[in-house]
């Protein structure tokens, strides 16, 4: 694999990482300037480069093993407990973190942990209605029903 420059590789990490894939952003992040238009094909430039191309691919194979492929109980954990706290362990959010994400994280915290389980005791009566008395409960429940208006006709 040929050698990538400091530039290219914060550029790799960058797509990888807190840029979650997009080009321009993660071409902002490795240090590189200029307009929209000037980010948007430098940008596009790497992602055709074939060394770029390898070293991303080589960098998701590091990642993508059984162990890293989906996030664990205790990374879920840590992210909610991180978020809710008001600190961004990916910087996906630019700037302070918002109520409403600190609290979204909260209740999932709470749903995880279990905290809002309500436990409901049911008691049966002591004697079950045999088939006669279902049959009578369903004939007194049907003659009870609103009649049909066609019936009328």
């Known amino acids: 694999m040929a050698k990538l420059n400091e530039m290219q590789i914060k550029f790799c990490e960058a797509y990888q990482g807190a840029a979650?894939?997009?080009?321009?952003?993660?071409?902002?992040?490795?240090?590189?300037?200029?307009?929209?238009?000037?980010?948007?094909?430098?940008?596009?430039r790497l992602l055709r480069n074939i060394h770029i191309h390898e070293h991303l691919r080589a960098m998701s194979e590091d990642i993508s093993g059984p162990d890293m492929a989906i996030a664990d109980r205790t990374e879920r954990l840590k992210y909610y407990t991180s978020v809710m706290r008001g600190v961004d362990p990916y910087k996906k959010f630019k700037g302070v973190i918002e109520m409403n994400h600190r609290t979204k994280c909260a209740e999932l915290l709470?749903?995880?942990?279990?905290?809002?389980?309500?436990?409901?005791?049911?008691?049966?009566?002591?004697?079950?209605?045999?088939?006669?008395?279902?049959r009578q409960i369903i004939e007194a429940l049907k003659g009870n029903r609103p009649r049909d208006r066609s019936e009328d006709s």
């Open 20 to 44: 979650a894939g997009n080009a321009s952003e993660a071409y902002r992040m490795a240090g590189y300037a200029g307009n929209e238009s000037t980010i948007r094909s430098g940008a596009a």
């Open 110 to 134: 709470g749903k995880v942990c279990g905290d809002f389980v309500e436990k409901v005791s049911l008691t049966l009566g002591e004697s079950v209605p045999d088939d006669e008395e279902r």
